[in-house]
């Protein structure tokens, strides 16, 4: 299968401990997004990447988030000193082109509880 | 800021009966369409799209027209099947920004 793939599918952590998810895109698409979904809401963006580079960061990235591509290829991306507020679903997508019609693939999201 | 707000849920159907989930959207310029599937236990897939006024997307029997007059890309089906049940989300997306803002999301049973 050579979807987006997402590691881990499930984390359960306790508040104040740092997490951190991997995504690998389909090979050779450039661009790399991440989303964040809550329980009955559609997904909100986060970030995404331009091979390397981090283009654009919503404002509901805090300081607390970080995500790095380092080689253009996987990402991740580190919450730090997590609050029950970041139990969600994080979602991963990748697109071959920046075109505001190319498609966006998604990866099958962690899940993270905060305790 | 752009947005995207999508007819209420949940949606109750029985088999061959006729869908619209309505959407409609805030944005600035001529922003890209989309639907959005998310089957039981799958990520989301792309289902269809629309990139200028009046285009029509259509794929598996859906088809949706990008109605800039009224803002709108609502999404119909003329027979729906019991495998049509999923979540549906309406999106867009612009040249510059290309990030997708997503509706709230509809979810859909249908009943044999």
């Known amino acids: 299968d050579t979807g987006v793939s997402q590691d881990p599918r499930h984390k359960i952590t306790k508040r104040g401990q740092n997490v951190t998810f991997r995504c690998d895109p389909i090979s050779e698409h450039n661009r790399l997004y991440w989303y964040r979904q809550t329980l009955g809401q559609g997904p909100e963006f986060l970030t995404y990447f331009q091979n390397e580079a981090q283009l654009e960061k919503s404002r509901l990235l805090s300081d607390r988030f970080s995500a790095e591509r380092p080689k253009g290829s996987f990402s991740t991306l580190e919450i730090q000193r997590t609050e029950q507020g970041d139990s969600a679903m994080y979602l991963c997508?990748?697109?071959?082109?920046?075109?505001?019609?190319?498609?966006?693939?998604f990866g099958p999201g962690t899940r993270l509880t905060v305790l | 800021g752009d947005s995207v707000t999508q007819m209420e849920g949940p949606v109750t159907l029985s088999e061959e009966a006729f869908l619209t989930i309505n959407c409609t959207y805030t944005?600035?310029?001529?922003?890209?369409l989309f639907w959005y599937v998310q089957y039981p236990g799958e990520g989301l897939q792309l289902l269809l799209k629309?990139?200028?006024?009046?285009d029509k997307g259509s794929n598996k029997g859906f088809e949706a027209t990008y109605r800039k007059e009224t803002t709108s890309f609502h999404l119909e089906k003329g027979s729906v099947q019991v495998s049509d049940s999923a979540v549906y989300f309406c999106a867009l997306s612009h040249q510059g920004a290309q990030k997708l803002v997503f509706g709230q999301g509809t979810r859909l049973t249908i009943n044999p």
């Open positions: 997508a990748s697109s071959l082109g920046g075109g505001a019609s190319d498609e966006q693939f």
């Open positions: 629309a990139t200028k006024a009046d």
């Open positions: 944005a600035t310029g001529y922003p890209s």
